[in-house]
């Protein structure tokens, strides 16, 4: 059997738990992120690693289907349970095959498997069959906008029939792909404060902000974020702080009181006239145009 073919039913045909609203989802959609990693070059060796970093991919794909579920998505159990399914050998830390989920912390890909992820033909039909196999409408509207992919024709037939609902999830779709590029980009440091933190249960510290807001622009363009610790997040928002053309940070002086009892901490003013942290390529540095309209709209000036 052709090597394409067999991997196209082995993933139409995964072995899952029927779960009250329908297919559980972690398999298919953390196969949809490691389809992203090599896509993008993230995945350089057949071992893949249970890291924060996948862990908060899979929880911004996982919030395509967040409404269906109690339960957060915890990437551990799609990590461990698709060697079931033959994609991968679960290991442990020490590289030894393990049977225990909680011991999971790499994973050794099938080699055809790994190698055929490294055409773009099969990315691509291993992405529709995924989405078109194990999603409902609304979610496979999503999941295409996240993928930065055309919705195929079923979806289009569906569109028309509710297209508001669909067109939402579209948008929480380029909503999640507008975090997981903006998070990346700074590699989950926090832009003002440098901080980081991740855990494997997807969970940062670490937002992607829009710098012109998202209620008034609409624009999910990743140079129109940066990425912000929750305290820097909020006081971005209140325009207690912007930036100026070349990235220097202007505070609102007089518009706020702040005190710090841990000298080892520094306060918002003190970051003023600092330039911000910015990412390794230039290309994904934030747009003048969006850092104006900051400036001009939501920053406390005088």
Known sequence: MDKEVKWLKIIANLNFYKAKHGTAPHKPLLLL??????????????????????????????????????????????????????????????????????????AALEGDFYDLLHDGEFRNKARILLISTYFQAAERAALYALANMPVPDDDEIAKQVDFESLNEAEQKGREARFRISVLYNYDFVCSLTGYRLTTTESESIVDAAHIHQFSNSRNNDPRNGLALCKNAHWLFDSGLWTLTDQYNVIVAKGHFDEECLNPGIKKLVDYHGQRIRLP?????????????????????SG
């Not at 390794?280 to 400036?295: A, C, F, G, Q, V």
């Open 33 to 106: 992120v490691v389809i992203d990693l090599v896509e993008s070059g993230e995945l350089a060796s057949e071992v893949l690693e249970l890291t924060p970093r996948l862990a908060f991919r899979f929880s911004s794909y996982g919030s395509v289907v967040a409404y269906r579920r109690t339960k957060p998505l915890i990437v551990r159990y799609p990590f461990f349970h698709l060697s079931s399914d033959g994609f991968w050998t679960a290991l442990d830390k020490s590289m030894n095959q393990t049977t225990e989920r909680e011991r999971v912390h790499f």
């Open 280 to 300: 390794n390529n230039e290309s994904n540095w934030p747009d003048p145009k969006y850092i104006k309209w900051h400036r001009d709209h939501c920053f406390k």
